[in-house]
């Protein structure tokens, strides 16, 4: 890809501009021409969108009243500001339950059991066959399962949906048996496996999972641990989280990635301490930053991290999206609620990036 069909510029230089483009621009851009419609469908060029795309993951938010009977999406992005977003091309009401490399997981909202995979970029969605088990739907304590995720492997273009519980039998109490259903993009099936479990999960918890090392995790409602569910071998397990951390009243705890690996955020009333995994294999965690909240002491007791790279973090709060540059300890207010009666922000914010990746 070295001679210069495109003018006065390098093939790789162009694929270099073209895989910084918005996907709704690039998209556009295949029209130019035969050549240019051939580029932007090559898997070559797939892979370098989606690894730029990667250094900037955004902020995807359902902004929703009191009710919850009316709500929006948006995109907070730390480059282009905040745009509209749009799940009308599904044809039901959802709700956001998983975000991962570009893939939205969704349950409809009216239909309980019913479940979608999109890609709200190119508009391309699969809706998820039912399982024959019944499981699915009688999870406890709220009939939708406890934990939904969602691993999205970039470089097979294959996809997973997870979704686990605690069973319960109609007019029994749950019996600590969990349930873990996962279905296959390339079988187009589920599968099942039984295991037990004694971790609870609050909501932070249940929407913060993160997908690395081919494995989704979540983090525990006490914190003592970090939950692993291996995709390849169907296994449960538990991973420690790092020495310094202090589980002492008032510390509260995310579970976030950073650049493809696994990372502890620790937030206390004066300050947050980031770890990163760099060594998954043993478990070895680093501190790599410890940032100062003073200067936003007020919005403490309610701030969430959502997403992260080495050079930012977002955080939401009741009516904020907050932004805060790791290299010139910055914070910035990238958008802000201004009716009094919506749900907090924090509550339905999912991290998201731009990628070009089927459903199909």
Same mark, same amino acid.
């Given at each position: 890809m070295n001679s210069p069909r495109f003018g006065f510029f390098p093939d790789e230089v162009v694929l270099q501009i073209l895989s910084r483009l918005p996907i709704k621009s690039l998209f556009r851009s295949r029209i130019v021409c035969k050549l240019w419609y051939r580029l932007v469908s090559d898997k070559y060029f797939i892979h370098l969108y989606n690894e730029a795309s990667a250094k900037n993951p955004v902020l995807l938010v359902e902004v929703s009243d009191s009710l919850g009977s009316r709500s929006n999406l948006i995109v907070v992005d730390n480059q282009r500001g905040v745009s509209e977003f749009s799940l009308g091309f599904l044809k039901d009401r959802v709700k956001v339950r998983a975000s991962c490399n570009g893939l939205l997981c969704c349950s409809s909202i009216p239909d309980k059991g019913v479940y979608y995979v999109c890609n709200p970029m190119t508009r391309?969605?699969?809706?998820?066959?039912?399982?024959?088990?019944?499981?699915?739907?009688?999870? *406890?304590?709220?009939?939708?399962?406890?934990?939904?995720?969602?691993?999205?492997?970039?470089?097979?273009?294959?996809?997973?949906?997870?979704?686990?519980?605690?069973?319960?039998?109609?007019?029994?109490?749950?019996?600590?048996?969990?349930?873990?259903?996962?279905y296959d993009s390339e079988s187009n099936k589920w599968r099942k496996f039984v295991s037990f479990q004694d971790d609870q999960f609050t909501h932070m918890n249940k929407n913060q999972v993160v997908y690395v090392n081919g494995a989704l995790h979540w983090l525990t409602g006490s914190c003592s641990c970090i939950l692993v569910l291996d995709l390849d071998y169907d296994i449960w397990r538990k991973m420690s989280l790092p020495e310094q951390v202090s589980c002492r009243s008032g510390n509260r705890f995310y579970l976030l990635e950073s650049d493809g690996c696994l990372s502890v955020v620790q937030i206390s009333d004066a300050w947050m301490r980031i770890w990163v995994l760099r060594e998954y294999e043993r478990e070895e965690?680093?501190?790599?930053?410890?940032?100062?909240?003073?200067?936003?002491?007020?919005?403490?007791?309610?701030?969430?991290?959502?997403?992260?790279?080495?050079? *930012?973090?977002?955080?939401?709060?009741?009516?904020?999206?907050?932004?805060? *540059?790791?290299?010139?300890?910055?914070?910035?207010?990238?958008y802000s609620v201004k009716n009094s009666s919506t749900l907090p922000l924090w509550y339905s914010a999912h991290a998201f990036r731009s990628t070009i990746f089927s459903c199909h």
């Open positions: 391309e969605f699969k809706l998820l066959p039912k399982s024959r088990e019944r499981h699915v739907t009688r999870f *406890y304590p709220d009939g939708e399962a406890t934990l939904v995720g969602l691993a999205c492997n970039l470089s097979t273009q294959k996809f997973n949906v997870v979704l686990a519980g605690y069973h319960r039998t109609f007019g029994h109490r749950p019996d600590g048996t969990f349930i873990c259903m996962v965690w680093h501190l790599v930053d410890t940032v100062s909240l003073r200067c936003i002491k007020g919005l403490v007791p309610g701030i969430f991290p959502i997403c992260q790279t080495g050079e *930012y973090i977002f955080l939401a709060t009741h009516k904020q999206i907050l932004v805060f *540059y790791r290299k010139t300890r910055v914070w910035k207010e990238m």
